[in-house]
């Protein structure tokens, strides 16, 4: 074992065994016996911690301490909360064909409030939030699916029977969070309310409160990406190492052209140039139709969705950018390739501020600029058919 694997395996069992101290959130119930009674097998339950535990770039060595904090995320109370959004995230976790083990973990941690879940409604679901506030104080984590409409003071988002603003509930809720995840890409950045002219005013989580928020971005975000970023909180209980936007870097330090399964086609410099046709067929390169997966920062391309099914890409369509910050403004025309755009947004179309990734608009320009000199060579080169 290495020396740095060896300090954190201290840090982990130091971490789980505090946590392993605390009361269940429901004393009849444990994420071991659900998993029993779904019938999954342990030794399903320790593949599915490997493969956790490499999502996570630890080394395999860690495989049973990631099994035992899987096992103790019933003692973590979680409040999720639904702003402005269309709920893909919640379904992004629970629609699966048969539960996994992701999507339970979640289920039962989430009981605690989470409007679309919790069989509570009405006044008893708002007393059940303003009790687990107060009872989970300092101990709770926070999620919160949407973007925050600001504009009318708040006005176009009011939840529950004291008409309470979202902005409001937020900024209560964060509180008494002992960390904060923003699960979606209009959490994280606003979203697709936020879209220009963004009439409701709408914002990310991280602009209207004022403690450190983890974005956890994608319209939706994968299961996997939700459950590893709950995951390494239990095991390091801070912060993860996070991104220019503050992404967790060990989900979204790569493009996701890096990992594409069509990657051979574009290095090959060969192209669907439209929809339907011959290059469609044999599963060519997206680029030409618009894929921005040279510009997203995300791991679709290697987990993709639904257990590892499918996701855009391999279903026909370039990637839409849905990870990056302002994509709905930036990244479109969505079937059109970026240089054209790029042009557009950075000589005077809509959104240019919008692209600076702090990572550097110089680098994502060079890119551009490479990749659609690539493109042009490429056909240049290749005998006319
Ligand atoms: Fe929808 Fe979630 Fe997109 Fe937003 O996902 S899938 S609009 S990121 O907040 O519900
Ligand atoms: Fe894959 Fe898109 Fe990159 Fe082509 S441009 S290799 S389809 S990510
Ligand atoms: Fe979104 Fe692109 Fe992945 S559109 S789901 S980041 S492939």
């Not at 330090?253 to 290059?279: M, S, T």
């Not at 997206?286 to 894929?291: F, P």
């Not at 987990?303 to 950018?321: D, L, Y």
């Not at 959104?351 to 000199?373: C, E, H, N």
Request: net charge neutral; hydrophobic share 40%.
């Amino acid at each position: 074992m290495k020396k740095s694997d060896e300090s954190l395996k201290r840090i982990f069992s130091k971490r789980l065994k505090e946590l392993a101290k605390l009361p269940k959130i429901d004393e009849s119930k444990s994420i071991e016996s659900i998993i029993e009674k779904e019938g999954i097998s342990r030794r399903d339950f320790m593949k599915w911690a490997g493969a956790m535990t490499a999502f996570l770039g630890l080394s395999s060595t860690f495989t049973p301490t990631v099994a035992k904090a899987a096992k103790l995320a019933d003692r973590l109370p979680v409040i999720w909360l639904h702003m402005a959004e269309c709920t893909g995230c919640s379904e992004s976790l629970i629609r699966t064909a048969t539960p996994t083990i992701d999507s339970l973990i979640f289920d039962y941690i989430s009981l605690d409030y989470h409007e679309t879940l919790m069989a509570a409604s009405g006044w008893q679901a708002e007393e059940n939030l303003e009790n687990s506030i107060k009872k989970y104080h300092g101990r709770y984590i926070m999620m919160v699916e949407g973007g925050i409409p600001t504009g009318n003071a708040g006005s176009f988002l009011t939840i529950g029977g004291h008409g309470k603003k979202g902005e409001d509930i937020a900024k209560e809720t964060a509180e008494g969070a002992a960390a904060i995840f923003a699960i979606g890409t209009c959490s994280s950045f606003g979203g697709v309310q936020a879209a220009a002219p963004n009439p409701t005013g709408a914002v990310s989580l991280s602009k209207v409160i004022d403690k450190p928020v983890i974005n956890v971005p994608g319209c939706p975000p994968s299961a996997k990406n939700i459950v590893g970023t709950l995951l390494h909180f239990i095991l390091f209980g801070t912060l993860p190492a996070l991104d220019a936007f503050n992404r967790p870097k060990w989900a979204y330090g790569h493009r996701i052209h890096d990992l594409c399964e069509r990657r051979g086609h574009f290095d090959a410099g060969e192209f669907v140039e439209q929809f339907g046709d011959e290059g469609a067929k044999n599963g060519y390169c997206l680029y030409k139709v618009g894929c921005k997966g040279p510009y997203t920062f995300n791991n679709c391309s290697r987990e993709r969705f639904n257990q590892h099914t499918s996701w855009p890409v391999q279903a026909g369509h370039g990637c839409i950018g849905c990870s990056e910050p302002d994509f709905w403004d930036t990244m479109g025309p969505y079937e059109e390739p970026v240089a054209d755009h790029l042009y557009k947004t950075v000589f005077g179309g809509l959104g240019a501020d919008a692209t600076a990734d702090k990572v550097g608009l110089g680098l994502l320009t060079v890119t551009a600029i490479g990749i659609a000199a690539h493109a042009a060579i490429s056909v240049v080169k290749k005998p006319k058919e």
